[in-house]
């Protein structure tokens, strides 16, 4: 038999992986809530070495969003 016995040798732990998430640009879109153009969409973007990826995508609406104009629920 040919090898060696009982080596302790342990490999390096790989660096830490840095990656960055941010939102990407706003866009203009369909609120079906108000019915109108009032809601804006972005992607989530991850920046990670090996490049940009999108991950999700958030939204909001100016007029169902805004913490000022808490009026009665639109139906």
């Known amino acids: 038999m040919t090898g060696q ?3 302790t040798t342990v490999a390096e ?3 830490p992986l ?3 998430v ?3 640009p706003a866009r203009e879109d369909w609120c079906p809530t108000c019915k109108a ?3 804006f969409t972005g992607d989530v973007l991850m920046l990670t ?3 940009v990826s999108i991950v ?3 939204t909001a609406c100016e007029i169902c969003d805004d913490p ?3 009026e009665a629920t639109r139906v």
């Open 13 to 15: 732990p790989p660096p």
């Open 18 to 20: 840095t990656v960055h």
């Open 56 to 58: 999700g995508t958030w």
């Open 22 to 24: 941010t939102p990407g």
């Open 68 to 70: 000022d104009g808490q």
């Open 37 to 39: 153009w009032t809601r």
């Open 49 to 51: 070495p090996d490049g």
């Open 5 to 7: 016995r009982g080596s």
